[in-house]
Structure formats: structure tokens, C-alpha cells
């Protein structure tokens, strides 16, 4: 019940396509969701974040649209370029507990 | 403005020796997490702490590993007697106390290699 699913595990795109991440969790009692940015030897950077009370969040080229009723939530990024090559991670939390995350998706985004 | 920082980066250590992990969490922030990753793999949590207090252990390995804050210092991460199995990347996260759903942020890591 702990669990975070995401997919694809991995996700090739041409510059400026949309690759969309998928997530999907099954605790009800999470309330909070970021996604994480990870460069090779670096650590996870926060990309943005969003609270179940709102169907979809923007930052940037950085779109969170979130499905409560399905459990489910995704990152979309608009525009993509070849610098957006890095594996992403969603991630569930509730309250002040750890971070539970999914198992990443390595996103290349070929010139 | 200072981040999560970790050190050593980089730390080598042969097998059966000890490696000693530390993290200073950002200023203002009273927990602190600590999660492995394993090459090619997600982030495992292991441990959640607060000022003096394990949180939460349910990541950690029964043995050789332990973890501590202590009030003054940054949090440390021991891990003993350590086998090639343990070689991953640590990375240590913090977050302020108080309100339900606050960011965690993470540190650059901490590169373990057992050899």
C-alpha cells in the first residue's frame, strides 16, 4: 500500500516533444506528490509538487496533472530539450513521513 | 543559502572496515532521511530521524547499519564491517518541522565503494 508505480522505466523523445511520466499510488492518506530531476552523479533536485486538492499544477515547461478519483498522476514537459536528458522520480507523501518514490524513468531527448 | 550538504562525496573503503556518512541538514530544518540508491535503481529509504529521536528505521538493515542525530552535529550514517553489497550511492534529505507536507530537499551524496 506503500508502493508508487511508475512508467515508462525508460523513454526516448525528439526535441521538442512531450514526454509524459505516469504515476500511480494506492494510500489514500498521501497528500503530497513531487517529482524529482536526477543527473548522472548528482542528487535529486525538487522539479515540482502538488497537493491533491488540485487537478493540475504548471512551473515553467513542467506540468503535474493529477487524477484523484484514479489515483494516478503524471508529469508532462512541454517543449522538451536535449538538457531535459535525466531520470525522473515521482514521489508520495503524507504528513511529515518519508518520501516514498517510484523507480524512476530515464527520459533522452535526442536533438 | 547553504543546501543539504555530505560528505565525504567520494569514499572508498575495503571490505570488513567501516564508513562513516555525514549530513548537515539545511538551516532551519530538524528532520532528516536517508535513503540508498543502488546503481541503475530508485531510491530505498532507510532511515527518518529527528533532533536526538529514530523516527523511523523500517529501511534499515537489521545489522552493520546505524544512524544518529544527535542535538549538536550533523547526522551520521555508520555502516560496519562493510561488505561489496554495500556499495550505492547515500543520500541524505531534510525537511523543517510543523506543517503536513513540506519539501524535502537532498544533498549531492555520498559515493560508497567497497573493494
Known amino acids: 500500500q506503500q508502493q508508487v508505480k511508475q512508467s515508462p522505466q525508460s523513454l526516448i523523445v525528439q526535441k521538442g516533444g512531450i514526454p509524459i511520466i505516469n504515476c500511480a499510488y494506492e494510500n489514500t492518506a498521501f497528500d503530497y506528490f513531487p517529482w524529482y530531476q536526477q543527473f548522472p552523479g548528482k542528487g535529486p533536485a525538487l522539479l515540482i509538487a502538488i497537493r491533491p486538492d488540485v487537478s493540475e499544477k504548471k512551473e515553467g515547461r513542467f506540468t503535474i496533472s493529477f487524477n484523484k478519483s484514479a489515483k494516478q498522476f503524471s508529469l508532462h514537459i512541454m517543449d522538451s530539450q536535449p538538457g531535459d536528458s535525466a531520470t525522473y522520480f515521482c514521489?508520495?507523501?503524507?504528513?511529515?513521513?518519508?518520501?516514498?518514490f517510484g523507480t524512476g524513468t530515464r527520459l533522452t531527448i535526442i536533438p | 543559502n547553504a543546501g543539504v550538504m555530505q560528505n565525504p562525496r567520494h569514499l572508498v573503503r575495503r571490505r570488513g572496515q567501516e564508513a562513516r556518512l555525514r549530513c548537515s541538514p539545511m538551516?532551519?530544518?530538524?528532520?532528516v532521511y536517508w535513503y540508498r540508491q543502488l546503481p541503475e535503481e530508485g531510491l530505498k529509504f532507510m532511515v527518518y530521524l529527528q533532533k536526538e529521536n529514530i523516527i523511523d528505521e523500517s529501511g534499515m538493515p537489521k545489522e552493520r547499519f546505524s544512524a544518529e542525530f544527535p542535538k549538536e552535529g550533523p547526522s551520521i550514517l555508520r555502516i560496519q564491517q562493510v561488505v561489496r553489497g554495500d556499495s550505492a550511492a547515500y543520500f541524505c534529505?531534510?525537511?523543517?518541522?510543523?506543517?503536513?507536507?513540506?519539501?524535502?530537499?537532498f544533498g549531492e551524496g555520498s559515493w560508497l565503494t567497497v573493494v
Open positions: 514521489a508520495a507523501r503524507w504528513g511529515n513521513e518519508k518520501l516514498t
Open positions: 538551516k532551519g530544518h530538524s528532520h
Open positions: 534529505a531534510s525537511s523543517p518541522t510543523g506543517v503536513s507536507g513540506n519539501t524535502i530537499y
